[in-house]
């Protein structure tokens, strides 16, 4: 009996030291994602974004292709991601673009409202976002 006592205890050990057999979370920002940006106003476009995201910890950064966006043919990006709330910059040239919102729980979909300040070739555009992974 104290045997197979003690081989249990190991074993336990065993598992506890190895995380308990969990697997990491694969629900992250890593892929290739498409944005979609609606202008409120300014721009009667749509603007697309192609790119691939990597997510380190809650920072993410990229390199994404833009179509019909006023400043820039690529943009880089970088953000944080808590949870499911998103803090995204697109970097156009000089030019910031602030994408705000949330991504799904499969983290799959985000989608929110972005704005870029006054002046220069962005001057204040705002409008909503929606990105699919994939």
């Given amino acids: 009996m104290r045997a197979s006592y003690l081989s249990g ?9 190895c995380g308990g057999g969990r697997e990491p979370s694969s629900l992250n920002m890593n892929g290739r994602w498409s944005f979609s940006a609606t202008p ?9 974004a192609m ?8 920072s993410v950064t990229g390199i994404f292709a833009l179509t019909q966006f ?4 690529s ?12 803090s995204l910059q697109f970097n156009e040239n000089g030019q910031s673009v602030v994408f705000t919102g949330k991504v799904n729980s499969k983290f799959t979909f985000a989608s ?9 070739c962005t001057n204040g555009e705002t409008g909503m976002w929606f ?3 994939g």
């Fill in 112 to 120: 929110g409202r972005y704005f870029a300040p006054s002046g220069g």
């Fill in 51 to 58: 790119g691939k995201l990597t997510q380190n910890g809650n």
């Fill in 70 to 73: 006023p400043c820039a043919a």
């Fill in 40 to 48: 409120a106003v300014a721009f009667p476009v749509n603007e697309t």
């Fill in 75 to 86: 943009a880089t990006l970088t953000g944080t991601v808590t949870g499911t709330m998103l």
């Fill in 131 to 133: 990105a699919t992974k």
């Fill in 9 to 17: 205890i190991a074993c336990l050990c065993f598992v506890s030291a």
